[in-house]
């Protein structure tokens, strides 16, 4: 009796202490390539907002972040800014094992699905591939397809100044909002669905993705903005109300 009284005692000083508390998530921000697409404006604005959500947040500016095998596993998320870029057999592995691990990964626009135009395999986990932006820059409307889905839960369709993506897509993604091409720009692809928010599974891990984000001021419009939010936690599997998922290695 006197030896569970002193457990007790002593997980109640460990509580109050602040050290039984559950373990901070981390996450990785890496950024890079062809500057036109701001990727450390981006990225300067959703990392301090995972910092406010708790998370240990590191930002970095080089692939090789991708070959500490023994850090990457300890992460909960990373989040790729990088469009046109080389990136090794060695760094691409490290990425893919950590994603196949448990790791989640989150990105928007080309910093995403505009990475490594050399590697299938990245591709094949991203679940998507930029291929054309008809017209450059112009209006378009962003239509919410599964309003139940935690990451698009209460949001409207919505209008867009910016490019909007052509892609080659994954048919398992599951896609959470589209866009409808008008045939403009490109007469044959008028009336074309395409997925602009999509998440999907990569062993066990997570990856989130979004066409969105152009340049930093594209997340000026707040469903962008929040789209990338709960797309980032969810991947970190820290977005309240998604569900059963597989655990990390």
Same mark, same amino acid.
């Given at each position: 009796?006197?030896? +569970?009284?002193? !457990?007790?005692?002593?997980?109640?000083?460990?509580?109050?202490?602040?050290?039984? %508390?559950?373990?901070?998530?981390?996450?990785?921000?890496?950024?890079?390539?062809?500057?036109?697409?701001?990727?450390?404006?981006?990225?300067?604005?959703?990392?301090?907002?995972?910092?406010? &959500?708790?998370?240990?947040?590191?930002?970095?500016?080089?692939?090789?972040?991708?070959?500490?095998?023994?850090?990457?596993?300890?992460?909960?998320?990373?989040? &790729?800014?990088? =469009?046109?870029?080389?990136? =090794?057999?060695?760094?691409?592995?490290?990425?893919?094992?950590?994603?196949?691990?448990?790791?989640?990964?989150?990105?928007?626009?080309?910093?995403?699905?505009?990475?490594? +135009?050399?590697?299938?395999?990245?591709?094949?986990?991203?679940?998507? &591939?930029?291929?054309?932006?008809?017209?450059?820059?112009?209006?378009?409307?962003?239509?919410?397809?599964?309003?139940?889905?935690?990451?698009?839960?209460?949001?409207?369709?919505?209008?867009?100044?910016?490019?909007?993506?052509?892609? &080659? !897509?994954?048919?398992?993604? %599951?896609?959470?909002? =589209?866009?409808?091409?008008?045939?403009?720009?490109?007469?044959?692809?008028?009336?074309?669905?395409?997925?602009?928010?999509?998440?999907?599974?990569?062993?066990?891990?997570?990856?989130?993705?979004?066409?969105?984000?152009?340049?930093?001021?594209?997340?000026?419009?707040?469903?962008?903005?929040?789209?990338?939010?709960?797309?980032?936690?969810?991947?970190?599997?820290?977005?309240?109300?998604?569900?059963?998922?597989?655990?990390?290695?």
């Amino acid at each position: 009796m006197k030896k +569970r009284i002193l !457990v007790v005692l002593l997980m109640a000083c460990l509580a109050g202490s602040g050290l039984a %508390q559950e373990k901070k998530k981390k996450a990785l921000f890496v950024w890079g390539g062809w500057e036109n697409h701001e990727p450390k404006q981006c990225v300067d604005i959703f990392a301090p907002w995972l910092r406010e &959500q708790g998370f240990d947040v590191e930002i970095s500016n080089t692939l090789d972040s991708y070959l500490d095998a023994a850090k990457l596993r300890s992460l909960d998320l990373i989040v &790729q800014a990088v =469009t046109l870029a080389d990136i =090794t057999p060695e760094q691409e592995k490290g990425l893919l094992d950590a994603v196949l691990g448990g790791v989640g990964i989150a990105g928007w626009h080309g910093g995403l699905a505009d990475s490594f +135009r050399s590697s299938v395999n990245y591709e094949y986990m991203i679940g998507g &591939q930029w291929v054309a932006h008809p017209g450059g820059i112009i209006d378009y409307e962003v239509t919410i397809a599964d309003p139940k889905d935690p990451i698009t839960s209460g949001l409207t369709d919505f209008k867009m100044h910016s490019e909007q993506y052509y892609l &080659q !897509v994954d048919p398992i993604n %599951q896609v959470l909002a =589209t866009t409808r091409f008008s045939g403009r720009y490109d007469r044959w692809t008028k009336d074309v669905v395409m997925p602009v928010v999509w998440k999907k599974p990569f062993g066990k891990g997570r990856v989130f993705y979004t066409s969105l984000g152009h340049v930093a001021a594209d997340f000026d419009v707040p469903e962008a903005r929040e789209i990338v939010k709960r797309g980032m936690l969810w991947a970190a599997r820290a977005l309240k109300d998604d569900g059963p998922s597989e655990k990390k290695d």
